[in-house]
């Protein structure tokens, strides 16, 4: 036998034992990587925990650094040291499990001691409880029950838990994840409320949109049957706003007449949503504005319905969202006349050089309708929404991001970090 030749069975034992290495990493990947989609709480719960060790991770690696998140909904995190030597201070293996909330249980009424003579839709003042819809003077609210837990989700880093051996936080919403210098570790830290501005992923903001577009439906003790919205129109009111962006100079985007956010609402028509529908709504918050801002051109592509005999909704809709009371005096002036184009009759009297005035302008002249501080601002925002942007949108429409021409922009790493 050569010198560095194996032996047949010597070659056979090393093959197995390959085989067998190959077969049981592959199990454990398996198990560990694998997206829980079986329903969308496994797959928050599995999308959390990989999120809460990814910070941990990444400010483990540095001097200093703070990351804050907004779970938007309940959670429990459970973060466990996994060495021989727990009290070292080196990095090491950690296991992380995060459980998420969902509504359920007995739904019931509770009398809201803070408030006389209405309903606050906002979290009730005791109990595990969230209100969704007014009954008179009485909250109408449902438990949160715990739904899912992710399988343990392993990361390499160093958490700040003193000298125990795990970590465990219950009932969180808002998280602040904070490394500084010469600190034992990450410290994680529960917050009343998120203070910077976050950007949402694309996978979130896709979530909201698909969602609240279409498949959010209101049925607590009314008769509101929303219609749906087309998503490119969304995504396309969107990019026409604020270029899906929600932030400047880590603050929430302001503008001169006090509209926030990627949506650009006001703070009222935010909290009117939020009470209409049974939504808790922080017009602040990047996500709770995407809701507001889709509820808000639904509520008004509903309402609008009937005065267009079902014609050109979705543009009456995003006419209406920038424009109201003027375009509703247009509207029940010229689109029921049983004409297939409510937008053909009403565009020329919000079209300065039309010579249709019929509305008035701030010093009570006749002028075109639905002006604005720059001009034709409506008529000028609906040509943005369905003419520039919308016709990328229809070409991708798995774009959740910038699009323009005909090219979708990825927004990239998710913005967590303020």
């Given at each position: ?22 077969i ?54 459970e973060?466990?040291r ?9 990095p ?9 909330y ?15 003579g209405?309903?606050?839709?906002a ?137 926030y ?11 009117w ?47 209406n ?37 019929i ?7 006749a002028?075109?309708?639905?002006q ?15 003419e ?20 979708c ?10």
């Amino acid at each position: 036998m050569k010198k560095g030749d194996i032996p047949g069975s010597r070659m056979i034992i090393f093959i197995g034992v390959a085989l067998i290495g190959m077969i049981f990493t592959v199990a454990v990947l398996g198990t560990t990587l694998k997206p829980s989609l079986q329903s969308s709480d496994e797959a928050r719960a599995d999308y959390f925990a990989h999120i809460v060790a990814s910070y941990i991770g990444a400010l483990s690696s540095v001097d200093e650094g703070s990351i804050e998140r907004d779970f938007q909904g309940k959670v429990d995190i459970e973060i466990e040291r996994y060495t021989w030597f727990r009290w070292s201070k080196r990095p090491s293996t950690y296991y992380v499990r995060v459980t998420v909330y969902r509504e359920g249980g007995q739904t019931f009424k509770k009398n809201d001691p803070g408030s006389v003579g209405k309903c606050e839709l906002a979290y009730c003042k005791s109990g595990e409880c969230t209100c969704k819809s007014c009954d008179g003077s009485v909250c109408v609210v449902v438990n949160l029950e715990k739904s899912e837990t992710s399988d343990r989700t392993a990361f390499i880093g160093n958490v700040d838990m003193g000298s125990e051996s795990s970590l465990k936080m219950e009932g969180l919403r808002y998280i602040t994840f904070t490394k500084t210098s010469g600190s034992d570790g990450v410290k994680i830290v529960k917050v009343d409320s998120v203070e910077g501005c976050a950007e949402p992923s694309e996978e979130d903001v896709k979530q909201i949109i698909d969602y609240y577009s279409s498949k959010f439906e209101y049925t607590s003790g009314t008769n509101i049957k929303l219609l749906p919205i087309d998503t490119n129109v969304v995504k396309a009111a969107i990019m026409a706003e604020n270029h899906f962006l929600h932030c400047d100079n880590g603050k929430v985007v302001v503008s001169p007449a006090g509209a926030y956010g990627m949506f650009q609402l006001l703070p009222s028509t935010a909290t009117w949503m939020g009470d209409k529908y049974g939504e808790s709504i922080d017009y602040k918050n990047h996500l709770d504005n995407l809701k507001a801002g889709i509820l808000y051109l639904r509520d008004r592509k509903t309402d609008m319905s009937k005065y267009t005999q079902g014609y050109d909704l979705d543009k009456i809709a995003v006419a209406n969202y920038n424009c109201h009371d003027q375009l509703l005096h247009v509207i029940s002036l010229h689109c029921n006349s049983g004409g297939s184009s409510c937008w053909n009759n009403i565009a020329p009297y919000l079209d300065s050089s039309s010579g249709k005035k019929i509305c008035k302008d701030k010093d009570g002249n006749a002028a075109a309708c639905c002006q604005g501080t720059t001009g034709d601002e409506t008529l000028n925002h609906v040509k943005k929404v369905f003419e520039d942007h919308k016709p990328c949108f229809d070409k991708n429409p798995d774009c959740y991001f910038s699009c323009s021409g005909s090219t979708c922009k990825k927004r990239g790493i998710e913005g967590a970090v303020t």
